[in-house]
């Protein structure tokens, strides 16, 4: 499968919203990658309904919905209402996630489950089965534009192996300081889904990174 890229909103002019969606559903992108933040699960407040249904009805592309709040449960059906198309919750927010994870499906979402950098992958061992997609945070939550994290290419690959008996299909999402210095090293490991913010937002033409994004061949091979 050739790998998605999802510009991450959060990145855009909040003033221009109408034009960076559309300069998005112009561009080689796959998806719209949609950053809630509460202020609790971590330290910054996105934004909510109001914001994601008008990036829903001018978007024509699917959106991927990243919920970094706490209790995610409760507004399943919410997002779902507003135009998710996949809904991603956090592994640290979750007491019964594999609960979480049905209500999404019931929903008619495909379902994502994200870890922090601190999380291990093996925790997901016994739900790996039941997801579309694991987010890999690859820098800690909350904000747009930090470093990336190293270790997040170890992750990716233990991921990608543990994935490979049990769901082959699985997409591998990596999120945060993802740009073009890293893209070949992030597919190579197992990655499939390159969400970016700051790497497509700053850059002279949006629109050209993210074709530069979406050309780059990790050349990914997978060993079983
Ligand atoms: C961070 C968000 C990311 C963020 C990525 O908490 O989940 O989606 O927007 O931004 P960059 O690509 O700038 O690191
Ligand atoms: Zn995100």
């Known amino acids: ?55 829903s009805r001018f978007a ?44 999404i499906h019931a929903a008619g979402c495909k379902a994502g489950v994200a870890l922090n950098p601190h999380t291990p992958v093996s925790l997901l061992s016994d739900i790996l089965a039941d997801l579309d997609m694991v987010l890999i ?23 990608r192996k543990m994935a490979a008996a049990v769901n082959p299909d699985l997409l591998i999402e990596v999120d945060g300081g993802v740009g073009l210095h890293n893209t070949a090293a992030l597919l190579q490991a197992g990655a499939n889904v390159l969400v970016a913010g700051n790497a497509i937002f700053a850059a002279a033409s949006p629109m050209a990174m993210i074709s530069e994004l979406k050309q780059i061949d990790g050349g990914f091979v997978q060993h079983v």
């Open 137 to 159: 945070m690859s820098v800690n939550p909350g904000f747009g534009g930090q470093q990336f994290i190293p270790n997040s290419l170890n992750k990716i690959a233990a991921l």
């Open 60 to 103: 024509r592309k699917p959106l991927d919905v990243h919920l970094m709040i706490v209790n995610p449960d409760q507004y399943i059906e919410r997002f779902a209402a507003a135009g998710a198309a996949v809904i991603t919750v956090h592994y640290e927010a979750c007491t019964h996630l594999h609960r979480t994870v049905q209500a």
């Open 1 to 55: 499968m050739p790998h998605l890229i999802a510009p991450s909103v959060l990145s855009a002019d909040f003033a221009n919203l109408q034009r960076d969606i559309e300069m998005i559903n112009s561009s080689a992108a796959d998806w719209f990658h949609v950053d809630v933040m509460d202020g609790v699960f971590v330290p910054n407040i996105s934004f909510g309904f109001p914001v994601m249904e008008a990036i």
